[in-house]
C-alpha cells in the first residue's frame, strides 16, 4: 500500500494547488445546500388562487341571530393558499398563463343559501393540469373545510341560541317572526308554587329531565358537527430542509458527483500529463489511489456538510435528530461511498446507508447491509475501472 | 557481449493500422543504438513498447535478469502542478529509492535544474526535457531509452546528456534513442538501425 498512499498524497497535494477545482470542491455542497434550501422555500410557499366573487360578498352575513363576519373568516381559512381578488376574466387569464394555479368562484345566490340554511350553499374550483393540481385540491379542501368550521360555529351558536330560550325563556324571533317563551326554568318555578299533586310532579319531573338534557345540548351538536376532531399539536421536529432525507440526498449527491468528478478528472490528467506509462506502479496501484481521492474528499466534505447541518440545527434550536452523535457513523459511509466511485455509483446504497445512519433508532442492521454492499460495489467498480482505464489510458 | 534488452517479433497495431511489424532486436552492453527513419517509420512505437509503456499486440520483449529500463518518452511526462525535486522525489518514492531527496538533488544538479518553487508546467520546453531525462535516469537504469531526448535542449544541455549516456554505457548498460538530427547517429550511436512504415530496414 505505500505506492498508493504516495500517489494519493501526491494527488491532494496538487488538489491544493488547484484552487479552481478545490473552490469547485467547496463551493459545489454550499451550492447543493442553496439549491435544497430554493426547493425547501419553493415548498413552503403558498400558491396563489384567485377568488371570483359573482355572489358580491357582503362584509358579514347574518346568520340566525349571529353575525359571521366573511373577511376575517377568509383570512383565516386562507393560512395554506395566498387567495387574490379578481374579476372572472381576469382570473381566467391567470389561471391560463399560471400566475394563479387556480379559481374558486363564488356563485350568484351563495349568500342567499348561506342565511336560509336549508341547503348548502356550492363553491366551484377549477384548476389547470399540472403536476400540482393534486396538491392545489387538497389545499382548497383543506381551505373549504376551515370555511365549514367557521360556518359551523357560526351556525352552532345560532342553534345554540333557541336551545337557550327554550331553557331559560325570553323573546326570540324565528323566520322574521317575534315570539315570547315560558322557558323550563320559569315553567318549573311557576309549578313549584302549585299544589303538588301527582299530574304536577309528574310534569315537574319531565321539566327537570328536559333542562339536564338541553343542558348537553351544545356538546352534543358540536360532537355531531366533529365527528372527529383534529387537534394540532406545536410544532416538533425537524423542518423539512433538515430532515435526514435531505441531508442523506445532499450527502450522496455531494459525495457520488465530488468522486466520480475527482477520480475521473485526476486519472485524466495523468494521461494528460503523459506519466501513465512511465510511473514505477502498476494500474491497479494508481487506480487504488483514486479510489482513496475519492473516499478521503467525500469523507472531509461530507463531514463538513454534516457538521454545518449539525451546527445549524444547534442555533436555530431545530429540535429532534443527534446532530453530533451521528457524525461517527455518517463518516464511515461517506469512506464507503467516496470508494465506491463512478458513474455506477450505488445511489440506492448510499443513501439508505445515510438515512439509516443519521435517525433510524436502530440502524446497526441495515448499516450492516449497505456497508456490504458498497464494499462489494466498490470491489466490482475497481476491477471494471481497471479493464476500462487499460482500453483507454494505455 | 551481453545481451540486456531483446525485442522477438514484436508488433503493434493501432486498429487496422499496423504502427510495427515483427521485429527482433537485441540490445547488448555497451552499445548505443541510434533508431532513425522519417516521421511516423515507428520509432516511437518501437522505443514504448520495449519501455512497456505500450503494450505489445504480439511477440514479447526479453530483458536479462535484473536488468532496469529508464524510459524518456518525447513529450515529457511529469505532474505540472509538483515542481521538478517534487516530481523527482515522487518517482524516486514510486521505485523505491533508498534516498529520494539527495538523489534528486544529484539529478536536479546533473541535469541544470534551477531547485525552485515553480511548478514544472511553467517551465520552458528544454526545461521539461531535462526533467524528463531525469526521471528516466532515476535509478541509474541498466538500458536507457529516449525518444529524441536532445530536441529541446541548447548545446551545453545535449553534451551533459550524452555524457551521462555515457556513464550509463560505461558501467555495463546500453542506451537506445530515436533521433531526427543529422550527426547525432554518426557522433553518438555504436550502430544505427533506420526504421521505414514499421519494418526495421
Known sequence: MRRPALLLRKDLRILRRSPLLLAAAVGYPLVVAVLVALVGAYAGTKPRVALVDEAGLPPSVQIGNRVFRIKPALDRAGREVHIVRLTNREARHQLDTGRVIAIVRIPHGFVS????????????????????????????????????????????????????????????TFLGREFDVLGLGRTDRLLATEPQTPTVIKVRR???????????????????????????????????????????YALTLTVGLLALLLAAGSLAAERDENVIGRLPSSL????????????????????????????????AGVRGGEPWSRVPLVAIGLVLA????????????????????????????????????LVAITAALSGLARLAARRLLV | MTVLLAARGLTRRFGDHIALHP???????????ALVGPNGAGKSTLLAVLAGSLPPSGGRVERAPGTSVGWAPQRAGHYGRLTPRENVELFARLAGEPEPEARATALLDALGLRDDARPSGVLSVGQRQRLNLALALLGDPDVLLADEPTAALDE????????????????????VFATQAGDEPARRATRVLALEEGRLA
Not at chain 1, 146 to 154: D, F, P, R, T
Not at chain 1, 210 to 229: E, F, H, M, Y
Not at chain 1, 345 to 364: N, T
Open chain 1, 113 to 172: 343559501d348561506l342565511r336560509a340554511m336549508v341547503r348548502s350553499p356550492r363553491l366551484e374550483l377549477e384548476t389547470s393540469p399540472s403536476p400540482f393540481s393534486g396538491r392545489i385540491v387538497r389545499e382548497v379542501q383543506a381551505f373549504v373545510y376551515a370555511l365549514n368550521q367557521e360556518l359551523q360555529g357560526a351556525y352552532i351558536g345560532s342553534n345554540l341560541e333557541y336551545v337557550n330560550l327554550l331553557q331559560h325563556g325570553g323573546k326570540g
Open chain 1, 206 to 248: 319531565f321539566v327537570r329531565a328536559a333542562r339536564l338534557a338541553l343542558a348537553q345540548t351544545g356538546d352534543a351538536l358540536r360532537a355531531t358537527a366533529n365527528p372527529v376532531a383534529l387537534v394540532r399539536v406545536p410544532e416538533h421536529g425537524r423542518t423539512w430542509a433538515f430532515s435526514a432525507q435531505v441531508q442523506a
Open chain 1, 284 to 315: 491497479g496501484e494508481l487506480l487504488t489511489a483514486k479510489v482513496a481521492l475519492g473516499a478521503v474528499v467525500a469523507a472531509v466534505l461530507g463531514t463538513a456538510m454534516a457538521l454545518a447541518f449539525g451546527v445549524v440545527v444547534e442555533t
Open chain 1, 338 to 373: 467516496g470508494a465506491s466511485l463512478g458513474a455506477l455509483f450505488p445511489v440506492e446504497h448510499a443513501l439508505r446507508f445515510f438515512s439509516a445512519a443519521l435517525y433510524d433508532v436502530s440502524p446497526w442492521r441495515t448499516l450492516a447491509v449497505e456497508a456490504v454492499w
Open chain 2, 23 to 33: 521485429t527482433d532486436l537485441d540490445v547488448t552492453a555497451g552499445e548505443a543504438v
Open chain 2, 156 to 175: 551545453q544541455a545535449r553534451e551533459r546528456f550524452w555524457e551521462l549516456a555515457a556513464e550509463r554505457r560505461a558501467a555495463g548498460g546500453a542506451v
